[in-house]
């Protein structure tokens, strides 16, 4: 719907179908607000669009994704872009393209515009700026949000209106604001001397300019290592020092710890080649500077009550006590790399957008449907929403809010416009097909371990089931309220987990013997592999609270783990259908084999209750039906015996003969030669 603008007279105006109460201010109306044309809010505004919703985006430079038209400094993105799996399924597929958001038009997929590996971030840029114009999304570029405030009205959606003014001093209101400005904030640590450090966002990106120089990096994540990365070569040597050891990506399964592409340092550290790391408070240090320009490092203590100009002479270093202090030697330059913050400035205090606590002060707190703890209506998308699941799964990622980000959206339609969550009901008897499917290929159940899952609504005495795709785990609660759908007689969840005690900084994640292999112990699976729970009732609230700590969910009826797979491929009959369908059997108490129409007919006469299979199927008659192509592909595949029409008729020619091909079929008894059975009649899928 177009945008509907309210004059500066008193009174009431229709604005896209709500009231706008008419001030002394010019504003522009829109249902949904977006912050930020960075991919969460592209991404956020191709669900908008698609649903036919009025929205806009506010971008403040002249085009998408200006945060990667920076950084970072050194072009090179550490997201994957594998272009080939082996497979053609583009679902699956997106479980190792890093890069792509989600959309219906497959030019969008971002292996089209780059080869490499590990893309450049110019690439990125480029991608984005396609997205934004080849689906005509409404972004409105140029646009710096400067300041956002409330406006109570009860026949508001959530009770309230969001008012954004630009910095023209243009005034628009909104129903729901979707916040996709991202972390461009540098942290910034302030200490004596803080003045002489230079900034990961201005440092020159030429190593030349860096030749024969002695080097101080503060901090230890990917934009450290990728500035020690780039100098390696030039520096007399590299020291490294922040409060945290280093955690490695592949230990810890996190992927925004340091990942092997710039991790360089840390062989010449090992290997004794002159470069270092350190452990250290920031807050802690100081630094002066000599008369020959030199910088060093002493501790914030040794300088009580002088200043960082009372010349290094009149103040003490660590090694005047400790002759073999660490950092002794000099510096030519300080680097800051400590990564970025929210940016909180434009939200008024009527917004109540707090910083996190702990080592999530850095993000806005949310709950974990993403939307503020101290305003409803307002959602927080994309890296700024990764305190729901910081240093645990992708979510502060491109790979991984591009599902947290659709799931708002879900969200959002059945909140505002009663759209139910998006569900397909099978019968009981497609129960297993339907979880090995999905979890042999959905890329969001992946991607969003832990935190998405596939939600299954059981029907009255377990005659069908309801599925629903990646719903956000730390809601499960309120799942009917948020989804419009009803969990009367019990669920399931499907999640991907990884081992609780397999991953971290002080495990050695390629010990001996580290996978599983045997169905028996699959509860014991290190690696990511899928882990069913089971719920006759839907958890409460106070379950979801006090369940155990790092459990994605409350303590279940039952649990199931799909044993972990070299090759995540959980399609072994024995290893993985096999259990996995007697673990549903036992919740349901009821048998889910399929089986072939002559046991059926023996069940019927031998039963009191017939498996569901066959009531669904073989009583209603709803059977394989036969035709020619069947008949020739059973011959081909040796089910059948080659009887030709020659066979039935002599050696009349096939023209001459009397009578529909299907009569005579009917009319003449093909023997069908027995089937062979993989393990026995009672494990029969």
């Known amino acids: 719907m177009a945008s509907a603008v309210c004059g500066t007279l008193l009174g009431l105006a229709l604005c896209a179908g709500s009231l706008c109460m008419m001030s002394g201010a010019t ?16 991404q956020a505004a191709y669900f908008l669009q698609r649903a036919g919703r009025d929205y806009v985006v506010f971008e403040r430079s002249h085009a998408p994704g200006s945060f990667f038209a920076l950084y970072p400094r050194h072009r090179k993105l550490i997201s994957i872009n594998k272009r080939y799996t082996g497979k053609s399924n583009g679902e699956f597929n997106l479980r190792h393209d890093w890069n792509s958001l989600l959309s219906h038009d497959r030019r969008l997929l971002f292996r089209r515009y780059s080869h490499d590996f590990f893309p450049n971030a110019d690439a990125m840029v480029r991608y984005l700026e396609d997205f934004a114009s080849l689906l005509k999304l409404r972004v409105q570029y140029n646009t710096a949000i400067v ?103 592949w230990a810890t399964h996190y992927v925004g710890d340091l990942r092997a592409i710039n991790n360089g340092l840390l062989d010449t550290y090992q290997l004794k080649s002159l470069d270092g ?34 010349g290094i002479d009149s103040i003490t270093l660590p090694q005047d006590e400790l002759d073999n202090f660490a950092t002794r030697a000099p510096y030519d330059r300080v680097i800051r790399c400590l990564g970025w913050k929210f940016d909180f400035s434009i939200y008024n205090r009527s917004l109540r957008m707090m910083p996190g606590k702990g080592n999530k002060k850095k993000y806005p707190q949310i709950k974990p449907s993403y939307e503020s703890r101290g305003t409803r209506g307002l959602f927080v998308l994309g ?139 699959a509860w014991q699976s290190n690696f990511l592999h899928p882990v069913i729970y089971y719920y006759k009732r839907l958890p409460t609230e106070r379950e979801m609270r006090l369940r155990p700590p790092d459990w994605p969910l409350p303590r279940p009826d039952a649990v199931h783990h799909i044993v972990e797979d070299f090759l995540t491929d959980w399609t072994a009959p024995n290893a993985h259908i096999l259990p996995l369908r007697r673990f549903l059997e036992n919740c349901l108490s009821t048998d889910l084999r399929n089986f072939f129409a002559e046991s059926c007919f023996l069940f019927a006469f031998t039963r009191q209750k017939l498996p569901p299979f066959c009531q669904q199927g073989y009583v209603r008659m709803q059977g394989l039906v036969g035709s020619e192509g069947l008949r020739r592909h059973a011959v081909e595949a040796g089910l059948l015996e080659d009887y030709t029409l020659t066979d039935f008729l002599g050696d009349r020619p096939p023209d001459s003969r009397e009578g529909s091909q299907d009569q005579l079929l009917r009319d003449h008894a093909i023997p069908v030669r027995p089937l062979q059975h993989l393990v026995n009649g009672k494990d029969e899928l």
Not at 31 to 38: H, L, T
């Open 27 to 42: 504003f522009l109306y829109h249902d949904y607000c977006i912050i930020g044309a960075g991919p969460a809010g592209l």
């Open 147 to 249: 300041h956002v405030t409330l406006e109570r009205d009860g026949q508001a959606w959530n009770g309230h209106y969001f008012l954004l003014t630009d910095q023209d001093r243009q005034n628009y209101k909104c129903s729901s604001l979707l916040v996709a400005t991202g972390m461009w904030v540098p942290n910034v640590v302030n200490f004596p001397g803080s003045e002489y450090v230079e900034g990961y966002e201005t440092v020159s990106i030429n190593p030349e300019d860096f030749a024969g120089q002695t080097i101080l990096i503060l901090g230890r994540g990917n934009s450290a290592f990728e500035t020690a990365e780039n100098i390696l070569g030039v520096t007399n040597f590299i020291h490294m020092v922040s409060r945290s050891r280093v955690r490695l990506s």
């Open 277 to 310: 790391l350190l452990e250290g408070d920031l807050e802690d240090l100081a630094i002066v500077k000599d008369k020959k320009g030199k910088l060093h490092i002493t501790l914030r203590f040794y300088l009580d009550s002088r200043n960082t100009s009372a």
């Open 383 to 521: 890296t700024a929403s990764h305190s729901v699941d910081f240093r645990k799964s992708a979510g502060g990622f491109i790979h991984g809010f591009r599902y947290t980000t659709r799931a708002v959206h879900r969200l959002l339609e059945n909140r505002h416009h009663g759209v139910p969550w998006p569900s397909t009901v099978y019968p009981i008897t497609q129960l297993t097909n339907s979880i090995i499917k999905r979890v042999n290929e959905a890329s969001g159940l992946y991607q969003m371990f832990s935190v998405l899952a596939d939600i299954i609504l059981l029907r009255e005495n377990a005659t069908a089931f309801e599925y629903l795709e990646e719903y956000p785990v730390g809601v499960l609660a309120e799942l009917e309220m948020q989804t419009g759908r009803k969990a009367p007689n019990g669920l399931f969840v499907i999640i991907m987990e990884y081992g609780r005690n397999f991953s971290g900084a002080d495990k050695d994640v390629f010990y001996y013997n580290r996978a599983v292999g045997e169905a028996q112990h």
